[in-house]
Nanobody
Framework: QVQLVESGGGLVQPGGSLRLSCAAS????????IGWFRQAPGKEREGVSC????????DYADSVKGRFTISRDNAKNTVYLQMNSLKPEDTAVYYC????????????????WGQGTQVTVSS
């Protein structure tokens, strides 16, 4: 069974850090693109970052550049999102997704989705 499972969300104060994990089971991520997306209440789901599992190339939304870092561990079949200098506007449910078309920030091109993990940035 193909499955993506996110973990690592939680409540953090502004300026704090969290590391999200996206673990895959039932398939190997080696030739996929993995994306992180987020959805805040009342807003559309938006792309945060993506990474190619084959060559490690990455992309980031302008709103998170310099604060978030995406990385991969092919041996663990896992992708991470290190989030630093968190802001209240980063509050959202964060989802990871896998695309057979490679790394892309286009939500519609993703084939498999996780269930999401809540990130809340508040004092």
């Amino acid at each position: 069974q193909v499955q993506l499972v996110e973990s690592g969300g939680g409540l953090v104060q502004p300026g704090g850090s969290l590391r999200l994990s996206c673990a895959a089971s039932g398939f190997t991520l080696d030739y996929y693109g993995i994306g992180w997306f987020r959805q805040a209440p009342g807003k559309e789901r938006e792309g945060v970052s993506c990474i190619s599992m084959s060559d490690g190339s990455t992309d980031y939304a302008d709103s998170v550049k310099g604060r978030f870092t995406i990385s991969r561990d092919n041996a663990k079949n896992t992708v991470y999102l290190q989030m630093n200098s968190l802001k209240p506007e980063d509050t959202a449910v964060y989802y990871c997704a896998a695309s057979v078309r490679g790394a892309t920030m286009l939500l519609a091109l993703y084939d498999y989705w996780g269930q999401g993990t809540q990130v809340t940035v508040s004092s």
